[in-house]
């Protein structure tokens, strides 16, 4: 671990130097007041008096004990798909109760046809929407906003992630819970215990937001006990009360982990084996605010990018995996920004700008609440990586809530992690949201602005935006305008357009057809206007999108059709995969997209997208075809294949690109993940298969192999690098 202390110290203090003032504030503030009742055009959730019990249940999804029959029940679930308030074809019983340690739910969930259950998830940890499924949502500040969810399907596969407010989710989050479930001759039953530990929450109130939904896969059937316009997010939850005298103990885990390789780099005929230990620290300051510490940060066990093949003139946007940075990623959340304007976007963080992975020696972060203000902060020493010397690394954010359910915020950030010049952004966002005005449908506004400056740059450096959203079930609408100047430039960020005025405008339309006699469940259709124009004058960029059918049936099958006019104006030339240049000049081109998929809980499932017409000056077709196969829930295989072949009277090229799954569950703690892919622009053959045990929650082991080979000249594939890495971690909770 090469840690320099004077670095290391800086990094540190720079994010836990906030504390006494963090702490200082919070004495200052005035302390919330308990959550008030919501208001009569609010007041669509319904109400639970929480049970109280004296032994905790063992944990394994019979609902044998005589602590269920003391517990709270509800049975009041209602469909709100395909039907919305219709009463379920299947009969569902959640049982709720609590002790100083844990909240417990247990589920009854019958089925008069138990042989037909859905049940083809056995990996712990990956999606389960193709199952049956229960969920939980818990808004622990009964904010209307945030929140936790909790998945466990018919083989006990939990699955867990966090609600951004509004109707943003982040499913990479993981917490640490139990929950396990059984088959029985009358359907299947679950049990879950999520302890307080794990959870944010304020301990002066008794009030919680909750919602529970259950899913019928095969029947394209979805309960809810609480909805509002076929919405389950947390503005439409019920509440339980009587939440008392909650343990969160002295609130410290420590996590260390010890990652071992063996790396083999056959041109340059070196190897190397590297042992790496590295800890991660949480700490809970207050109930409500957490710190993070990361030492000689370790990121072997993260999922591979998948690869793209990239036909446009700016640069393409990878998701974030690593575990890190997805903890309490959600707090960082800007503007509503998704890609092209981004303040602060992780991945430029401890990664190369071709993904290579650089070390991260010490990390520190903050996230939480301290009175109304939700905050965050991030601080990284990086490591040196080529002529980019070690760089440390800053950001911060903050947001009120105003009303029901909007905020107020800003957004600070400080250094470059590719360059040597200095670089800092500001900005701030309010974010206005809305369901009493008409009856219930949503309303959302956003309004935000930033401004970089960067060392030997001025002028022209800032960014605004603002939308305006009705995202409802019958209707779909938005407006939005954004101004980005040529030199705004985002270093912690994601920014691949400046100098540019965006507009854009999108209305879709849904019909609901009856469920008796219709194999349709829904049509939909629309239009999406986009037109850019540069800040200097004129048009660049206008795409008319026409939707005149989406359709989805009523077992989860979907077809869409787009028909595409396209404007682009090019003032400097751009070069495509393969060498072909793309001259300046105006080209007005037509496309039309078929796409879609059948419902993904089939044993065969298939995934189209047929796109073809004109391209700039010539042609391109597009064709996107995946195929899964899951014969049982040991096993699965999806292959995915990609074709962009583009004609141009500067030539023409092909890009083909190969991706292939298989996943092998030996039970729901021991899988065997293995992922190929190959594309023939790169030449590059890789694989990345990964044997994972995870004995209990907060304890893994992995045996990670890492195998790239680069095709030679005669088309054969040459061994490039090999990695095999051992990792273990551990969490001790205090």
């Not at 989050?173 to 530990?197: H, N, Q, R, S, V």
């Amino acid at each position: 671990m090469s840690v320099c202390a004077c670095r290391a110290g800086i990094s540190v203090t720079v994010a836990f130097a906030l504390l006494p003032a963090l702490a200082l504030a919070q004495g200052e503030v005035p302390p919330d007041p308990l959550p008030e009742p919501r208001r009569a055009s609010l007041q669509i959730g319904k109400s639970l008096q929480i049970v109280r019990v004296d032994a905790a249940p063992r944990i394994d999804g019979r609902l044998d004990e005589p602590l269920w029959e003391q517990a709270a029940r509800i049975t009041d679930l209602t469909q709100y798909a395909p039907g919305s308030g219709a009463p379920p074809t299947e009969r569902t019983e959640f049982l709720v109760a609590y002790d100083a340690d844990n909240l417990y739910i247990g589920a009854r969930l019958f089925d008069s046809e138990p042989d037909k259950i859905k049940r083809a998830q056995l990996v712990q940890g990956q999606a389960v929407v193709n199952d049956d499924y229960i969920q939980i949502l818990l808004d622990t500040y009964n904010n209307k906003r945030t929140g936790y969810l909790f998945y466990v399907n018919p083989n006990g596969v939990q699955r867990d992630g966090l609600l951004l407010g509004g109707f943003a989710f982040n499913m990479d989050w993981d917490g640490i819970w139990d929950g396990k479930a059984e088959l029985g001759p009358d359907g299947w039953t679950a049990e879950l215990a999520i302890p307080f530990k794990t959870l944010s929450f304020d301990p002066r109130s008794e009030v919680w937001g909750l919602n529970l939904i259950r899913s019928i896969r095969r029947k394209g059937e979805e309960l809810a006990w609480n909805h509002n316009n076929r919405r389950i997010t947390m503005d439409a939850a019920g509440e339980i009360r009587g939440l008392r005298d909650l343990r969160q103990g002295f609130g410290l885990d420590l996590v260390p982990s010890l990652a071992m390789s063996q790396r083999e780099e056959f041109i340059a005929g070196r190897a190397s084996f590297i042992s790496k230990p590295s800890l991660d620290a949480f700490y809970r300051i207050t109930p409500a605010l957490t710190a993070a510490l990361t030492i000689n940060t370790d990121f072997s066990a993260t999922d591979v990018d998948d690869r793209q093949v990239n036909l446009t003139r700016f640069s393409l946007f990878f998701p974030e995996k690593r575990d890190f940075f997805l903890e309490g990623a959600e707090i960082f959340e800007f503007g509503g920004l998704t890609q092209n304007g981004r303040p602060f976007f992780s991945r430029t963080v401890g990664l190369s700008a071709t993904g290579q992975p650089i070390d991260i020696d010490v990390g520190a972060k903050l996230t939480g609440k301290i009175g109304r203000v939700t905050v965050g902060a991030l601080a990284v020493q990086q490591e040196a990586a080529g002529a980019v010397p070690s760089q440390e690394l800053f950001v911060g954010r903050a947001y009120v809530n105003l009303f029901e359910q909007s905020t107020l915020g800003g957004i600070f950030t400080v250094g470059d992690a590719t360059s040597e010049r200095s670089n800092s952004v500001v900005g701030v966002d309010l974010n206005l949201r809305d369901q009493t005005l008409l009856d219930g449908q949503v309303i959302d506004t956003k309004w935000w602005a930033q401004r970089s400056q960067t060392e030997g740059i001025v002028g022209d450096e800032a960014a605004y935006g603002i939308s305006l959203a009705y995202p409802n079930d019958d209707v779909d609408a938005l407006l939005t305008a954004t101004e980005i100047q040529r030199n705004f430039r985002p270093a912690l960020g994601f920014v691949n357009r400046t100098g540019i005025r965006e507009y854009q405008g999108r209305f879709k339309y849904r019909y609901r057809f009856e469920r008796d006699g219709s194999w349709l469940r829904s049509w939909q259709g629309g239009m999406d206007l986009q037109q850019i124009d540069a800040l200097e004058g004129g048009l660049e960029t206008r795409r008319l999108t026409l939707t005149p059918l989406t359709l989805s049936t009523q077992t989860g099958d979907q077809l869409s059709l787009d028909l595409v006019r396209s404007t682009e104006i090019l003032r400097r030339p751009f070069f495509l995969p393969g060498g072909r240049q793309v001259a300046l000049g105006e080209y007005d081109f037509d496309r039309a997209r078929l796409y879609g998929s059948t419902a993904g809980f089939r044993r065969f499932a298939l995934t189209y997208d047929l796109e073809f017409g004109d391209f700039y000056s010539g042609r391109r077709q597009d064709t996107r075809l995946g195929v899964q196969w899951r014969p049982n829930s040991r096993l699965f295989m999806n292959a995915q294949y990609q074709l962009n072949k583009v004609e141009l009277p500067t030539g023409e090229f092909t890009a083909r690109l190969y991706s292939l799954t298989g996943n092998v569950a030996f039970n729901v703690n021991w899988a065997w993940l293995n992922v190929v892919q190959y594309d023939n622009l790169s030449g590059r053959l890789g694989m990345n298969s990964r044997l994972r045990w995870l004995p209990a929650a907060g304890q893994s082991a992995f045996l990670v192999v890492n195998y790239d080979w680069r095709e030679d000249a005669f088309g054969g594939f040459q061994p490039f690098l090999a990695e095999t890495t051992l990792k273990f971690n551990y969490t001790f909770r205090f």
